[in-house]
């Protein structure tokens, strides 16, 4: 299966600023998708994305505070922008595994804590 | 998309088997069962996947019925490491659909 490796693994940030998270993929890999799992609870699916098109968005989501970047089949960036402490969070990226078994591989999680 | 419902919570010994039943009564044609496994501080790990009838691999067995309205993950002779949270999905392979539960918290003592 696919080796994901997720930057950074943890970071505290003021309220008000933004965090990029990078996920690198070492194989290439059609859809990528982006978590979000409150401390104690399950994983809520934030968006969903393909290289060379807009990622597509859950409810309750939106892409002026959770911009995703995928320039190409190997790498993806997620932004939470204008932070407050309610988005404090493990933010995860999972990807499709070459026999198509939608997330298959998950990164290790970024563990964020706004202050 | 098919909901899944499943224990909140179990609680085992080591050595025994564990069984943990999802149901998810309007699962669709094309949808698949898989489970996963998340230990603290990890992201989900892949179990086994099945459409119907019985899968069983090296990790776990998954039993389906013909009505696919639930399935069974059992995991046999369980040790502490298996101590987790189990997660069933229900969804169609590839097309973006697949949403987790709230798991099974699996607790195995001593």
């Known amino acids: 299966s696919a080796v994901i490796s997720q930057k950074p693994s943890r970071d505290i940030c003021q309220r008000g600023t933004s965090l990029t998270i990078q996920c690198q993929v070492d194989s290439q890999v059609t859809m990528m998708f982006w978590y979000r799992q409150q401390p104690g609870q399950s994983l809520t699916l934030i968006a969903t994305?393909?290289?060379?098109?807009?990622?597509?968005?859950e409810s309750g989501f939106v892409i002026d505070k959770f911009p995703i970047s995928r320039p190409n089949l190997t790498f993806s960036t997620l932004t939470v922008s204008n932070m407050s402490p309610e988005d404090s969070s493990i933010y995860l990226c999972?990807?499709?595994?070459?026999?198509?078994?939608?997330?298959?591989?998950f990164g290790s999680g970024t563990r964020l804590t706004v202050v | 998309l098919a909901k899944t419902t499943q224990p909140i919570s179990m609680d085992s010994y080591e050595g025994q088997e564990v069984n943990i039943t999802c149901s998810h009564n309007?699962?669709?044609?094309?949808?698949?069962i898989t489970w996963y496994q998340q230990f603290p501080s990890q992201g989900p790990r892949f179990i086994i996947q099945?459409?119907?009838t019985k899968v069983t691999n090296e990790v776990a067995s998954l039993f389906i019925p013909a009505d696919r309205k639930s399935s069974t993950l059992s995991l046999p002779r369980v040790s502490l490491s298996d101590t987790a949270v189990y997660y069933c999905?229900?969804?169609?392979?590839?097309?973006?659909?697949?949403?987790f539960g709230a798991g099974t918290r699996l607790t195995v003592k001593p």
């Open positions: 994305a393909n290289q060379g098109s807009e990622a597509t968005y």
């Open positions: 999972s990807v499709e595994d070459i026999k198509g078994r939608v997330g298959y591989t």
């Open positions: 999905l229900v969804g169609d392979i590839g097309n973006n659909d697949m949403r």
């Open positions: 099945g459409y119907k």
């Open positions: 309007n699962i669709a044609t094309n949808d698949y």
